[in-house]
């Protein structure tokens, strides 16, 4: 009987079926473990079918043991059937299985032989229903026998021309020793010795399979692992390309990387460009690596090249922002920044730092003169100058601030007589004689920074510029920043402030002048004159009138006379005049302005005085002169012979009075301040102007003035300046103010020459 049926379960000790059960609960739960790691995921086939394989045996296992709890019937009959085919399937899972570990030959005819052969075995069964162990004789047997000799011969052809690794190994051992014991239950006559290997047989693949997933999932866990460092590094030297900032360093940074994850000291790298900011990086080792390793090394490959693109760009944009396009120089970014550095360097090690400014003289001009180009050519060949004298020196720095404005900057400067000698070799070196016949020059500032001053570029910077303006006003040329310059700068500054404040507080009083006919002494007209009342103490115009010009006070004080000089009409009944500077002139709604301070009546018993030298200047205030001159008012030029102004061109402009200057009156004694003052007297009788002579301080000038032929004189000898003036008539406020206004026009020859005595015609006089 058991020759007939070699692969039937039999009766086992209680031991045996409990190892089978454990086996099976062992291996099958290994299984149900793996599938639940593997969810979701691909893996390779050999894992795949040894998974299928390994379940395949713990069936196996489990339909044996539970067969030891079976009595004979149906129930036990249908457990030796499983048991047969699931011994079957194990057979035919040989195939794929060995195909997926081996990569041997195709397997679809083995599988179809195979197949058809478990097939049939089944059919057979399946015709002897009335026979409880039908499945058990020489068909079953034969095919069972069959399909092992197949798949051993697959296994032998897969496996036999290959080396076999050692896991291989121990698989093909424990197919073998498995197979040998199947072959040894078919064999063996003692029915107890035939069923415990039959009971036991599938025990040495199950285990060998479980190692095999054992070091699949070890393999599995240090992939993870080694994916999980990967990432980390690829994301440290992603992190690290934002803030590195060449791409060298980043590159011995990923070779450290590289070498520390895949734990190989043998990883280099190199960093070659292709082409214009572009770069290709490799990390190379003589040791083999696996594709997940080769990955890992291009992915930082790629990270080091295109930080290495992006650091290329970067610095092509830098250098484009911090250059001067035109002379190539740094521009005043990358001056305010070196000049910083440069401070801060010099705090620590307690030098000096000086700052050359340098300007050229009267550019605009040049350039409306020589256009743009020319303009252009001249900056560039300073620039070429400046560059010429740092070059080879790493303590000096030479930079364009824009529009004509250079810098040096000079760390660890020299002595004070040093840096003047180096200013003076500048301003004398740059002699442009190049375009046009006028040279253009430089004017040169230099300020110095010394240890133990505040760290403040701005500051240096002003004070160069400061001393620079210096220079220029001066026109020494060149000029340091020193003590006495920073008084007179301080002084400047507090002065313009309490200038500012003096006339936001509107401390500007109008005190008034006579102007009086020179033969009757007769008061003619009134000067106002501006006076300052700095609290309490007056001011003259010649403590604050360039400051007031240069910082365009003059406007405001200037509106403000205009204002009170009306007031002052009113009040004395008498002509004003009234002084408009060049800045008031200049403004682009300077009409307004006026008519605002003086109101629009009464323009005939207005005089503007507009000094020569201005009258030269605002040449476009013309039309606004000949407006006002519409209106009544009277044009006089102030200081006259002290300008320049063309004798022809006296009689295009919009004038009436001329002035004489008070230098030419002090002179009157003598020929040539005589002969001044009679030439200005016929130009004046030429072109039908009036004449007044200011400054008159002696009766001996008065008497010649009246000798020469001058009819008003106005000077310190005739009546000096005051808020107020003994006035003939009612004062304001009184009936009979406002019943005899208005003033009738004076003079009553305004044109022609002065053949009479010029009178005001006075309503109460
Ligand atoms: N050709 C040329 N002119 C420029 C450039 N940048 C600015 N400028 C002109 O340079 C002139 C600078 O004038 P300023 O320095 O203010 O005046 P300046 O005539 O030199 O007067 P001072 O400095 O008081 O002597 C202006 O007219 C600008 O229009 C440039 O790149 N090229």
């Known amino acids: 009987m058991r020759a007939d049926v070699p ?44 998974l299928v394989w390994s379940a395949d045996i713990a069936l196996l296992l489990l339909a044996g043991g539970l067969f030891a709890f079976t009595d004979p019937g149906p129930l036990q009959d249908a457990l030796q059937f499983a048991h047969t085919q699931l011994v079957g399937a194990f057979m035919l899972l040989a195939i794929p299985a060995t195909r997926a570990f081996a990569d041997g030959p195709a397997t679809r005819w083995w599988v179809a032989l195979s197949s058809t052969l478990l097939l049939a075995g089944a059919a057979a069964w399946w015709w002897h229903p009335t026979s409880p162990r039908a499945g058990e004789d020489a068909v079953v047997t034969s095919v069972l026998v069959a399909v092992a000799l197949i798949s051993v ?5 897969c496996i036999g021309p290959q ?12 197919g073998a020793e498995s197979l040998a014991m199947l072959t040894a239950g078919g064999v063996v006559q003692d029915e107890s010795i035939s069923a415990m290997l039959v009971a036991l047989w599938s025990i040495p693949l199950g285990f060998a399979l479980g190692t095999l997933a054992l070091v699949r999932l070890r393999q599995a866990q240090r992939v993870a692992r080694q994916r999980h460092l990967m990432r980390d590094a690829t994301a440290r030297l992603a992190n690290a390309a934002w803030f590195a900032r060449d791409a060298d360093s980043l590159l011995h940074r990923a070779r450290e990387e590289a070498r520390a994850v895949l734990a190989d000291p043998q990883i280099e790298g190199s960093l070659r460009p292709i082409s214009h900011d572009r770069f290709v990086t490799e990390l190379y080792s003589p040791r083999e690596h696996t594709a997940l390793e080769r990955t890992f090394l291009v992915d930082l490959a790629q990270i080091v090249s295109a930080a290495a693109e ?53 550019f605009k001009r040049f350039n409306d003169l020589h256009g743009h180009e020319g303009g252009d050519a001249v900056l560039v060949r300073v620039a070429d100058h400046l560059r010429g004298l740092v070059q080879g020196d790493a303590d000096r720095f030479v930079g364009r601030l824009g529009g004509d404005e250079f810098v040096v900057v000079i760390s660890r400067a020299p002595q004070d007589v040093d840096l003047v000698a180096l200013a003076r070799s500048l301003r004398d070196g740059f002699v442009d004689c190049s375009v046009g016949a006028r040279a253009a020059r430089l004017s040169v500032g230099v300020a110095t920074w010394v240890p133990g001053d505040v760290v403040d570029p701005d500051a240096l910077m002003r004070h160069a510029d400061t001393a620079m303006m210096e220079a220029k006003r001066s026109r020494s040329g ?9 008084r007179r700068v301080d002084a400047a500054r507090h002065h313009r402030a309490a200038l500012e404040a003096a006339v936001a507080e509107d401390h500007f009083t109008a005190y008034f002048q006579p102007i009086v006919d020179a033969r009757t002494l007769e008061v003619l007209q009134v000067e106002a004159l501006a006076r300052w009342d700095d609290h309490g103490q007056l001011l003259l115009p010649s403590d604050w009138l360039d400051v007031a010009e240069e910082t365009g006070l003059i406007v405001p004080i200037g509106a403000s006379m205009l204002t009170q000089s009306r007031r002052a009409l009113d009040r004395f009944q008498i002509p004003v005049a009234v002084n408009l500077s060049a800045r008031q002139l200049a403004e682009p709604d300077a009409l307004e302005q006026i008519e605002a301070a003086w109101g629009d009546t009464y323009w005939e018993h207005l005089t503007l005085e507009i000094t020569e030298s201005a009258l030269v200047r605002t040449g476009p205030a013309v039309p606004l002169l000949s407006e006002l001159r519409a209106r009544g008012a009277r044009i006089a030029v102030d200081d006259f012979g002290t300008g320049y102004s063309s004798l022809a061109r006296l009689s295009r402009l919009p004038v009436d009075v001329l002035k004489i200057d008070r230098s030419f009156v002090r002179e009157i004694g ?30 001996s000038d008065l008497a010649t003035l009246v000798d020469l032929g001058v009819r008003r004189v106005q000077g310190n000898f005739l009546g000096r300046a005051a808020a107020t003036l003994p006035i003939r008539g009612p004062r304001p406020g009184t009936g009979a103010w406002h019943a005899q206004r208005p003033l009738r026009a004076v003079p009553t020859q305004a044109r022609g020459p002065q053949t009479g005595p010029l009178t005001v015609v006075h309503h109460l006089a």
């Open 7 to 50: 692969f039937v379960l039999g009766t086992v000790p209680m031991w045996v079926t409990m190892v089978q059960l454990l086996t099976a609960g062992l291996v099958g739960g290994f299984c149900l473990l793996q599938w639940i790691w593997w969810r979701g995921e691909r893996r390779r086939a050999g894992a795949e079918w040894a």
């Open 153 to 157: 011969a697959y296994v032998v052809a």
């Open 163 to 174: 080396k076999v690794s050692r896991l291989g190994t121990l698989l093909v051992l424990a």
């Open 310 to 362: 992006r650091y290329g760009l970067t610095s092509r944009l830098e250098r484009t922002a911090y250059a001067d396009p035109l002379t190539r120089l740094p521009n005043r970014r990358a001056v305010d920044k070196h000049l910083l550095d440069v401070l801060e360097r010099a705090n620590v090690e307690r030098t000096r730092v000086s700052l050359v400014y340098c300007d050229l003289d009267g």
């Open 478 to 486: 060149f000029r340091v920043y020193d003590r006495a310059l920073r």
């Open 670 to 699: 003598t020929d040539r301040g005589a002969s001044v003052v009679r030439t200005i007297l016929d130009l004046a009788a030429v072109h039908g102007l009036d004449v007044v002579a200011e400054g008159v301080e002696r009766s």
